[in-house]
Every structure is written in C-alpha cells, then in structure tokens.
C-alpha cells in the first residue's frame, strides 16, 4: 500500500495535476522514530547543565545508555540518545515534566534538479506573481529592482547555501551571512543538497528571486545524508532569536508528520506554537511550505501552526500541483513547479526546483519587500496583506470538499524609491 501511494504521488508531480485524495487519516502515514534519541523538557527553573550531569552519573552506575547531543538553557531543554530503562529512569525524575521522541526528517529530495542553461528571460514564477490571469507577459515590475527587500532580512533554515553563487553577489560582495550551523559536519557556505541554495535563490536572488537586495541569513540544519530532526528546527529558530539580529522573514521548507488527533504528537505540536508565538512577538514573520504529500496540511508541522503563513504550490496552468499539501491549514497558493533557482553545484549553474518548499520563500520573497516598504508590518498585518493582495479564484481546480481557499500569491506594485 505504501508502494502504490508512493507511486500515485510521483505521477501527480509529472502531471501536476491534482490528484484524487483521500482523507489522511486513511494514509498509512508513520513517522520516523526508529532511533533512541528523546527531547527532555525540565520543569521551570530547574538548571539543565545540572539536571543532565545528575542524570549521566545515575545513567553511567546503572550501567544505560544516556548521552546529550544538544541543550537549551534559555528552552529549558536537552535532546539525548538513551536506552529505554534509561527512558524510565528520565521520565520519572523529579526535575522532569515531559519526555518526548525526536521526530527524524529525511533529506529534503523534491523532484530531481534539471540543469538549464541561464537565460535573461524573466523567470515564470516571478512573472505569474505580477499578475491576475494568464498568458504570461513576459514581464516582473513588482518594484523597483534597487530595493526590493534592502534592509531586509530573511531567515533560511535548511541545508546550508552556497554563498559564492552569483545570485547573491551585490556589488561583489554575497549577501549571505552564515548564522548557525546546528547539524555540524560540512560546515558554513556548504550545501551538499541544494535544497537550501534552490530556496535562498527564491526568496532573494539576484535574478530569480523576488526581494533581490535582501540580506540572506543561513541557518543549517540538514547535513549531507542523515536528515534532521525537529528538535534541530527548534533549536535553529532559538538560534534566530538569541543572535540578536533584527527580526525579518523566517523561511523554513520543511514539514514533519504530526497529527494533533495522536496524542503522541500534541507535546511538539505545543511546544512548536509556544516557539513560533515567541518568534512573532519578536517582530519575526514565519512562512513555510505546506508539504509535498499530497495530503491534509493540518496534518504537519509547521504547516498546521497558526503562528505561520503557509503555502502551497502551483503549476504554470495555475492548478495546485498534486503533491501537494491541501486544506484548510494552507493560507494561499504559490508558484511551485519548475523553477529556476541557483544551484549549489557552482557559482553560476542554474537548476529547475519543484515542490512546496519554492512556493514558500517565494511568498517569503513577497514579504520581504513589504516590509522594506513598511517595517510596522507585524506578523498578523502581513498576513493579511498577503491575502488581500492575492488573486481570488485563479486556480482552476479547487474542490469545496478540500476546504482549500483559491488564492494566488500576487506582488502588488510597490510605489517606492530607494
């Protein structure tokens, strides 16, 4: 069964059509939690540093398996790999309120890149954004080029970016600034997946992306073959807030499966809302794909949070594409399918990305140049602008059973001179 949707899911994606669904609780959805790792969450003011050493000593006379991979003092929190008679010993512990499985995610893969030779050509994705109905025009006047998203930044927590690239030069100079590495291992200015330079190149890329004069932030969580957790999308968005870099746009491209009927669920499914709800009072807007399951986006995280604009994707016939994620969780529909970004296999290669995780910086993208225009504009008042700005009743194949709403990303002109 896993085989055959599978199957089904791939042949959405060639067609980009959308796809009969079903509901996703009749999906043979499982999570990835074959591992021993586990987020331990301390109860108030309770030390960490001190909990974890009593605990390793208790651990180490007993004879399990307790090792620390990473902390938070100001989360109150420390993700370990442990056996399960030291998971009895943890969740016991007086200094303990909850122990919670790491949900693992799997190397973001999309559709395979195709390489394309670089042409001065606006690309689709910026063209379809800049206006109501097809044929495309050929044209992106969303403003002027000089400013879109200067003194902006946005935040990409993914698999790294490649900062040589010419899309992110200004004046020879990258715009990218490498914030925090999480996963370690390759290290800054690597991204052995192009996941995370595809989507930077989106948001903000000289050619290819909307807020073209944006400052770029890198924040890496996905290494080069084993994925990522939740806890790392956590501790990055911490990461963010404890920099002390001005708020921006938060781009996370990224879905784990999280259904808030499992009670197995419901501690990170709280746990994310407190975080994004921190986030936002910060003066942060979050913006994030609605997944590639061809499923319920209510289903996901970040996608469900109510703290977070999340986006689906659409073809160049202005259909959501059938991989993906649908419902009444997905605030609005963006470009998604073939689009051209920069590759992270050189400075100057160029790459056709498809899937959720590009309709989301480009609406990040969006935002960015909003708030270059107006820096009032919260969380909240950019929502709402997104979605008035958005053209109603462009996609051609929304049913009234998805509870889906049809709106189109759209970039109204920006009356602004830098």
Not at 106 to 132: A, C, E, K, S
Not at 284 to 302: C, R, W
Not at 345 to 366: H, I, K, N
Request: one cysteine or more; proline letters at 4%.
């Amino acid at each position: 069964m896993r085989g055959l949707v599978a199957l089904l899911c791939c042949l959405c994606l060639l067609t980009t059509s959308f796809c009969v669904r079903h509901p996703a609780r009749t999906l043979p959805k499982v999570a990835n939690q074959d591992h021993n790792r586990y987020v331990v969450r301390l109860k108030e003011g309770k030390d960490v540093r001190h909990v974890h050493d009593t605990l390793a000593s208790e651990a180490e006379l007993k004879g399990h398996t307790f090792r620390r991979t990473m902390e938070s003092r100001k989360r109150n929190t420390m993700v370990v790999e442990m056996d399960l008679t030291a998971l009895d010993m943890v969740k016991t512990h007086d200094d303990v309120e909850v122990v919670v499985k790491d949900i693992r995610l799997d190397p973001p893969q999309g559709n395979p890149d195709v390489v394309m030779t670089p042409t001065d050509d606006v690309p689709w994705h910026l063209d379809r954004i800049n206006q109501r109905a097809l044929p495309l025009d050929g044209a992106f006047s969303f403003g002027n080029k000089c400013c879109r998203g200067r003194d902006v930044n946005i935040y990409v927590i993914d698999s790294g970016i490649r900062d040589t690239h010419v899309d992110f030069q200004r004046n020879g100079v990258s715009r990218v600034v490498h914030l925090e590495d999480i996963i370690g291992g390759a290290g800054f200015g690597t991204d052995c997946l192009g996941h995370g330079t595809a989507v930077a190149s989106v948001a903000a890329g000289g050619s290819y992306g909307v807020s073209n004069q944006a400052s770029l932030f890198d924040v890496r969580i996905f290494n080069c073959v084993d994925g990522t957790y939740l806890s790392h999308l956590e501790y990055a968005i911490t990461a963010i807030l404890d920099s002390g870099s001005p708020p921006g746009i938060i781009v996370m491209s990224v879905t784990a499966f999280a259904p808030a009927y499992d009670d197995e669920y419901v501690p990170w499914i709280t746990s994310f809302n407190a975080l994004a709800t921190q986030a936002v009072n910060a003066g942060h807007i979050l913006v994030t794909g609605a997944g590639n399951d061809a499923d319920f986006a209510e289903y996901y995280l970040p996608a469900s949070s109510g703290f977070v604009i999340t986006v689906g994707a659409s073809s160049k016939k202005d259909k959501i594409c059938g991989f993906s994620n649908i419902g009444y969780a997905v605030d609005l529909y963006a470009p998604g399918y073939a689009l051209p970004s920069a590759s992270h296999t050189g400075d100057t290669e160029v790459v056709l990305r498809s899937g959720t995780s590009f309709s989301a910086p480009l609406v990040a993208g969006l935002c960015a140049s909003l708030l270059g225009v107006n820096d009032t504009l919260n969380h909240s008042a950019m929502l709402d602008k997104i979605l008035e700005d958005a053209t109603d009743g462009a996609l051609i194949n929304v049913e009234a059973w998805t509870e889906s709403v049809n709106l189109l990303a759209y970039g109204t002109p920006l009356l602004h001179n830098c």
